[in-house]
Each structure stands twice: as C-alpha cells, then as structure tokens.
C-alpha cells in the first residue's frame, strides 16, 4: 500500500503501525520520527512563520484567510508521483492542515481515486480510535489494538495515581500567547487525568481566544505554556509577551515557582500517540510527587521568575 499523509499527527500514527517503508508523501511538518523528514513533500506553507512572532502569525494567517487564499498549497506533482492508495487527512483544523475539501478536489485532479479517510479527533479517546482507524485502512488492525492497548495501559496508570487528590490545582493551559487562547480538544481532559483542573479550557472544542485579566482572575496554581508548533525556547524567546502584563507577579503559579513551558509541537498540538507522553510530562509538572520523572529532553522548563 501507497500512503500519504497530509499532518504530523498521522504520520505518526503510521510509523507506531510499522508502515513508514509505505509513506510516499507527507506534509512540510511531519518531523517524526526523524526518518518521516526524507520522506517526498506534498505540501508547502504560503509564509515562512520561523522567524515571526505570535501575533505576526495570527495577524498573516488572518490577512491570508481574508484575501481567500489558503496557508498550505498541496503540490498536485509531487502527489501524482507518490500515487497513493490511501491518503490520510484532517477537518479539524484549517491552520493545522489543508482544508478537507481543498484536498478533495485535488483527488479528482489525479489518475486513480485513493481513499480518502479524515482523522478528527475532540478527546483523547478520539485520537486512539483513529490509531484503529488508520489499523483498519492499512490491514494493519491487530497491530493497532496492540498499540491503542499500550496506551490505555499508560493512561490509566495515570489516572489511578491521581485519583485520590481531593483537591487538584488549577492549571491554566495556554496555547498561543498574543492574542491569548486557552487550551482545547484533548487538553482539558489531560489536564483532568494528570490530577488538575483547567478553568478556561474549552474541552471538545477548538481552542479560544480569553483576556488576560480571565487568566488572572482565575487564579491558576500551575500554569503551562503550549503555544501551537512551538518548543521550548521559542515559547521562552515570547515569555515577556506575559511578564509585561499586569497581575503577573501576584499569579500564584508565579509565585510557586510553578509556570513552564512546553514542547507543545511534540506533546501537545498533534492528535498522535505522543499525547500519551504529554499527559505523563503534565503528571509530572502537576504531581511531582507521584511522578518523580525525568521529563524528556527538551520537553519543558520551568520559567524563571
């Protein structure tokens, strides 16, 4: 079988399967594993965002919706030439990925009609019904159960630990920092296993746009910086966009010493099994105790005040 897939999150998916010899083509982004940046390009981004800032990015990506345009352009030759018979999709979110229908008319474009199966998952569940999913489309089923089985194992062990916190800590989850937008989708409910509650996340739904004085009056105990497609120093090379704001030196997580930034890029942002790996880095931030670690390299850091 020939594959394509258009998001990291399913690339992902398709290496843990063990079909990455089959991937012909992948999206500009898909960087894991490291053997998925060899892989031929389908897409190419309208702007170079490396070198701007958070809200030059909102304010191009905003510019270039409006004019009609789109922010990916799917390169039909390089699809023709990775002929696949499975493409692997997303309608979630048009920021993360071409939009749905974008990809489907440029399907008709080609000289055999692949299947055309759209990963969007809300919740966490959703993601490992997708992992079956693509098992399915791929006769790779058993090897997904085995997957999906593994990461529920991990799943549960966190939430059994963290089960008996009578009292979790509010954790605010920010995942873009100008303008400000709470944590969405699967994070709320990660936050949730992990042993904390997320005030303003916006569980099962995209992310959203908040005020700074929501955040201050929420009172966040630990607070997690994941802004979309960052690492961790390019989450620390904006972290004045908050210190500069007022109210920040009374936050308690301030104060507690506990505000972080994250890989949200690798842990966070992307519908793929590494969520599990996010949801054991978030028990570590927010129940040390229990788990001791050591976070990843690169992961996170702790912000320093």
Not at 142 to 167: W, Y
Not at 230 to 255: K, M, N
Not at 273 to 301: N, S, W
């Amino acid at each position: 079988m020939r594959i394509v897939s258009l998001l990291p999150s399913a690339t992902e998916i398709v290496y843990l399967l063990g079909l990455g010899d089959q991937l012909t083509g992948v999206s500009h982004e898909c960087d894991y594993p490291p053997a998925a940046l060899g892989k031929r390009k389908i897409i190419r981004p309208a702007f170079d965002s490396s070198e701007l800032t958070s809200y030059e990015i909102d304010a191009q990506v905003r510019t270039t919706y409006a004019e009609g345009e789109g922010i990916y352009h799917l390169d039909l030759e390089a699809l023709k030439a990775a002929d696949p018979d499975l493409i692997l999709t997303q309608e979630l979110c048009d920021v993360c990925a071409p939009p749905y229908q974008d990809v489907l008319q440029v399907v008709t474009k080609l000289p055999r009609k692949p299947e055309v199966l759209s990963l969007d998952p809300q919740r966490l569940g959703d993601v490992l019904k997708d992992v079956e999913r693509v098992g399915e489309a791929t006769g790779r089923l058993r090897e997904a159960e085995a997957a999906v089985t593994s990461l529920k194992e991990r799943i549960e062990i966190v939430a059994e630990r963290t089960a008996t916190d009578t009292q979790p800590p509010k954790v605010v989850c920010l995942e873009w920092l100008d303008p400000l937008m709470a944590s969405g989708h699967w994070i709320p409910e990660m936050v949730g296993l992990a042993g904390g509650i997320e005030p303003l996340g916006n569980l099962g739904s995209p992310s959203r746009r908040v005020e700074w004085e929501q955040v201050v009056l929420c009172a966040p105990e630990i607070l997690i910086l994941m802004p979309c497609g960052f690492a961790v120093d390019r989450v620390l090379d904006e972290i004045h966009l908050l210190t500069r704001l007022a109210g920040w030196d009374g936050l308690s997580a301030v104060q507690r010493e506990k505000v972080f930034a994250v890989n949200g890029h690798a842990y966070y942002n992307r519908s793929g099994p590494r969520l599990v790996d996010g949801l054991e880095i978030l028990a570590h931030l927010i129940h040390p105790e229990l788990f001791p670690g050591p976070a990843p390299d690169g992961a996170l850091k702790r912000v320093d005040q």
